[in-house]
């Protein structure tokens, strides 16, 4: 009898421990404390669709909806991938009445491109090769100060949705680039880099895709942080794929969101959303 | 002797009982004598010895593919120094502590729980097949007693694994390759979010912690194959049947298409035991998923105690 009462003790004991620790209460949100400094808005958005059939570049019919959740948040600058053709672009800054001044960047070996969109109608673009791909990076001031001494850097890229070792390779050209830019700019790099670190997610557990992935993602952190890493998934089943990478000291995250419902049916990713301050 | 008076029969009777202290000490010592027993059993059992072989071996060929592994990534003819230029993989990252720490990762889904449900699959229902079911139950040890002291070995010997094969990684890690600060990255083991480090001393009793939170976890492998065992009179049908509820749970876990059912698996709970050699464990998530593990192991406990317990022993 001694026994049984014991057992049934602790297994209530556990049953109650179980409900009394709450799994989820180790995530906290990234540490963040008032700041001064200017703050600047950030937006990625991977616009095509997901599926192998069909064209899954992003499709004209969808770039008023794009513009109207670009609108409503009002980012300061917005990454933007996959778009089908320069067209595109024109068609899109014109659904913003011109607030923003964007560019592109060259295809190079894929049928789809990249582009920034800047409220700074001041904005310079460069062409960012890296791999066998090109990513595109907008140089801007924030504030209407002409003398605004932050200047802000933000790259749009997209890696490969396949081959780990091109995103591997694809990864370290444009963290180089970054590398390379004065300690005056303030840089973010923003995209779809279609990371799977999650093992659980992998349909084949066979191929080195979490290890290439792991270095591509640990070798970003080396040099920044993952602003969105708190703020869920951001793809089509439960996947985190698209990243806004920022400076790990010289801004303060204020804030990150997944935008849920922002796209219109058949796209497969959300626009990822951040707020800091400098 | 015969009583033909109700009083004088009274009279003797109670005479012939123990007094309650007599009975505890006589419970208590019974219940030694039956844990000596079943410690010897398990002693004398090769499975119980083929098991620390098994992981030997285990050990020879991980440590084997951990030097080819490293010498092909660091030394002379490394191919991808020229392919990446930025790789995590340097002679500090393939040391003693990592080697240990992939031995027992990988060790721990697929090979431990065979070697718990062998021990504790047979425990019962061995005794049954072997035809000393019955006659064990005859001698003054309450069925709860033979029960509970069949789990201790059970327990006993998951600990002993446990311990053996994270002291033996230890040692051969420390001996072939020496320490250094164990780096953790993203991605392949699913340990961190972010790259982190644990440094060496700390690491070392990350390990003895995890002997501790990994033999846990095992038990619920151990609570389901005793419920087997008290079930079915085979050992093998035991040993099968949990084994097979365990790599279905576990693969059905590891298919993306079965997401949302993944919570309600205890292969998704005994994963807890890993929390320990996170940088900065999750205790509130280590405590829920350790408290589902007990909740399983003392549940099913309860279970077979109960069905042990009315069983009619026929063989």
Redesign the interface.
Known sequence: MLARVTLCVLFLACVLGALRFNPFRDRSLLGMHPSDGPRVRLMTWNIGYAGIEGDNRAHDSDLAVVAGAILRTDPDAVALQELASPDQLQVLLGYLYHRYSGSICQFGAADRIEAVLVKDQSARFEDIRAGDKYSLASTFKIGTDQSAKHQVVLVSAHADAFNSARRRLFTSDVIEWAQDRPETDVVFIAGDFNFELNPEKQSNLFTDNAKNDSESYSYILKYFRDLGRDAGWTAINDRRIDYIFGPPEAALLRRAQVLKDAGAPGMDHCPLLVEVAL | MQLTEGSEKTEQSQSLLPAPDAIFCGNNQNMLTQLRIEFYKLRRSKSFHLSFAVLVGFVALMLWGFYTYAEHKTGASARTAV???????SKTYFNGLTFALYSLIFSFSLLMPVFVAMTAGGQIAGEARAGTLRTMLLRPVSR?QVF?SKFAMVALHTYLLMAFFVGLNLLIGYVLMGYDNLEL????L?LV???GKIMQGDAVWRFVYATFTGTWALLVVGAVAMFCSVLFDSPAMAIVTTLSIYIMLYII????FF?DL?PYFFTTDMDFWRDVLKPAP????F?????????Y???L??AA??IFDRKDILT
């Open positions: 392919q990446f230029r930025h790789t995590y993989e709860i509970l990255y993203p991605g392949p699913n979010d972010e790259p876990g590891r298919i993306e997401e993944r999750p205790w509130h998530s405590l829920h998923y350790g408290s589902i593990c007990g909740a192991i003392f549940g406990l309860l105690m109960t």
